[in-house]
Each structure stands twice: as C-alpha cells, then as structure tokens.
C-alpha cells in the first residue's frame, strides 16, 4: 500500500502538497484532458476532492460519474475508482486522511463513520454543494492547507480542530442534499457495508463467506452484486487490499517476508509467496530487492 504522501504525489499537476505526520495531506492543482487515466484504487485512506473550477470525470462501480464546479468526490478505503480525464481548466482542492486517524479519538471515529455513512443511500460518491457551502468548505480547505505547512508545536490540535469543523460543515450539508434524493437502494447500502468490513478486517479475514454472513447473505448473491456494482469480483477487492498492505510492508519495514506472512494471518510464508506472485508477477524478495535497486 503507498503511503499517504506518495499517493498524493502520484496524483497529477499538484501545484502545492502539505502532508502532516503521514495522518492528512492536502493537494491543490489542476490537470488538463491530456494527462488521461489515474487510478484511485485500493488506497488505504479517507479523501474528499472539492472540484472549484472545470471538471473531471470518473469511473466507479462500472459506471461513469461527471463532476463539476462545486460538487465533491468522496472516497473510502480501497474503494475502486479511476479518474479518465479532466476538463482543461479543471482546479481542485483535496484532502485525505490515514485511516488511522479515527483511531485517534471516539470523536473522529464517530465523525468520519457519520460523514461516509449518508453516502450509502446515493449511487455516486458525489457530494452536490451549494455557492455558498462550496465557497466556505474550499476556504475552510485552504485554511487546513496552510496550517498543514505551519510550522507549530500546537499544529496537531489546531488541524483536529479544523477538520472537525470541515467534517461537521460536510455533514450539514449532506444532510440538506440527502433530502433531495431517493430512498436508500439496498444494493448500494450491502456494497458500502462490504466495503467498510473489507477495510476493517481484510487482514484477519480473506474469504467471502466470513463478509457474506455479517451481511446476512449468501456468497453467490454477494459475489454477483459485486460484480453488477464494481465489474470486479468480490475477492478481487479483498486481494486488492491485502496486496497494498503487503507492498507496503515489505516497502517500508524490515520485517522478514514470514514475518509479513504472519502478520497478514497467510497460513505460511509458502501461501503468501504464491499469492503475492500470482498478483504481482514476481516473489515478495524480488519485490523487495527491485525497491533498493530502484
């Protein structure tokens, strides 16, 4: 899995990137049609992407989503969306947030669970706003991004301070848009609660019929609801997650490769070897060993 830091600047044309302690970014850019297909799969962290100019185009869930001037993309862990192109004189502000920040308090778990969970009752993972909020959520934004690079030795409660109110903001407005939409289709809702458990237990867990019984549904009807939303399959997302998590252990620690093995709960080292191999075109240690190379 990519840090937070690397995958914000995988991300196209960022004209200025903050990062703090591997827990929030912000990027803020523009991109042009010509720089084409990104990929946002698989990544292990919270995003919301403020379009404030142009627009850009998506695909997710086998469908496609435009976005424009004032309407939001949200993202959740290894949700799988790609971004096909951009309108020339697109501009966007985003921020992203290590999974690991809810963790940090029973506050921030409950707001970053409230501000997700009234997405399940849409189809897109769009946020429409206003003029008004869209102008006062991209300065609030812009407020985190600079107190991002603000060199203080308050600067962690300040940015929790700042999110909080960007994550209530958000919150507010969602609600006055919920209003608007249609009843909760119960497809979308099963897909988000499969997505959140992925998230919450890909590493304990790798088979779908752990994910199809806390769901309250069979493996087959699972499977293919995956397929309908995603045009994936439904272990295709949770080997997606457990392969992000291994590359980035083996990027980023000294751990042994039956070490990572473990810590994935493979039944041995030999299972993970092969299915690192057969996702990745090559052994955990020639993975490892292209890295210091590189």
Same mark, same amino acid.
């Given at each position: *899995?990519?840090?937070?830091?690397?995958?914000?600047?995988? /991300?196209?044309?960022?004209?200025?990137?903050?990062?703090?302690?591997?827990? *929030?970014?912000?990027? %803020?850019?523009? @991109?042009? !049609?010509?720089?084409?297909?990104?990929?946002?799969?698989?990544?292990?962290?919270?995003?919301?992407?403020?379009?404030?100019?142009?627009? *850009?185009?998506?695909?997710?869930?086998?469908?496609?989503?435009?976005?424009?001037?004032? %309407?939001?993309?949200?993202?959740?862990?290894?949700?799988?969306?790609?971004?096909?192109?951009?309108? $020339? $004189?697109?501009?966007?502000?985003?921020?992203?947030?290590?999974?690991?920040?809810?963790?940090?308090?029973?506050?921030?778990?409950?707001?970053? +669970?409230? @501000?997700?969970?009234?997405?399940?009752?849409?189809?897109?993972?769009?946020?429409?706003?206003?003029?008004?909020?869209?102008?006062? /959520?991209?300065?609030?934004?812009?407020?985190?991004?600079?107190?991002?690079?603000?060199?203080?030795?308050?600067?962690?409660?300040?940015?929790?301070?700042?999110?909080?109110?960007?994550?209530? $903001?958000?919150?507010?407005?969602?609600?006055?848009?919920?209003?608007?939409?249609? @009843?909760?289709?119960?497809?979308?809702?099963?897909?988000?609660?499969?997505?959140?458990?992925?998230? !919450?237990?890909?590493?304990?867990?790798?088979?779908?019929?752990?994910? @199809?019984?806390?769901?309250?549904?069979?493996?087959?009807?699972?499977?293919?609801?995956?397929?309908?939303?995603? $045009?994936?399959?439904?272990?295709?997302?949770?080997?997606?997650?457990?392969?992000?998590? !291994?590359?980035?252990?083996?990027?980023?620690?000294?751990?042994?490769?039956?070490?990572?093995?473990?810590?994935?709960?493979?039944?041995?080292?030999?299972?993970?070897?092969?299915?690192?191999?057969?996702?990745?075109?090559?052994?955990?240690?020639?993975? +490892?060993?292209?890295?210091?190379?590189?």
């Amino acid at each position: *899995m990519f840090t937070l830091k690397e995958f914000v600047k995988s /991300i196209p044309s960022i004209r200025s990137l903050t990062v703090w302690e591997g827990l *929030m970014a912000c990027a %803020e850019g523009s @991109a042009t !049609s010509r720089q084409g297909h990104f990929s946002f799969d698989g990544l292990k962290v919270y995003g919301f992407l403020l379009v404030r100019q142009g627009s *850009m185009l998506i695909r997710y869930g086998g469908h496609e989503i435009l976005y424009r001037q004032g %309407e939001m993309q949200t993202y959740v862990p290894y949700m799988p969306v790609a971004t096909l192109e951009y309108s $020339d $004189d697109f501009d966007g502000i985003a921020l992203f947030f290590d999974t690991t920040i809810m963790q940090q308090s029973p506050m921030y778990h409950r707001l970053f +669970r409230d @501000a997700y969970d009234p997405l399940q009752s849409c189809r897109d993972p769009k946020i429409i706003l206003s003029p008004e909020a869209t102008h006062r /959520i991209g300065e609030n934004m812009q407020l985190i991004h600079l107190y991002l690079a603000h060199p203080s030795a308050n600067k962690g409660a300040m940015l929790y301070s700042l999110c909080g109110v960007f994550l209530f $903001d958000l919150l507010e407005e969602q609600g006055k848009a919920l209003e608007r939409t249609t @009843a909760p289709n119960r497809s979308d809702e099963l897909m988000q609660r499969f997505l959140s458990m992925v998230n !919450s237990h890909y590493i304990e867990e790798h088979e779908l019929p752990f994910y @199809a019984e806390e769901l309250c549904i069979t493996t087959t009807y699972l499977s293919r609801l995956v397929r309908q939303i995603f $045009d994936c399959t439904a272990k295709d997302i949770i080997n997606k997650a457990l392969l992000s998590e !291994s590359e980035y252990l083996l990027r980023t620690t000294q751990l042994t490769i039956a070490q990572i093995a473990d810590q994935l709960h493979f039944a041995d080292q030999s299972s993970f070897n092969h299915f690192f191999a057969r996702h990745k075109g090559m052994s955990p240690s020639a993975f +490892r060993k292209k890295l210091l190379q590189s």
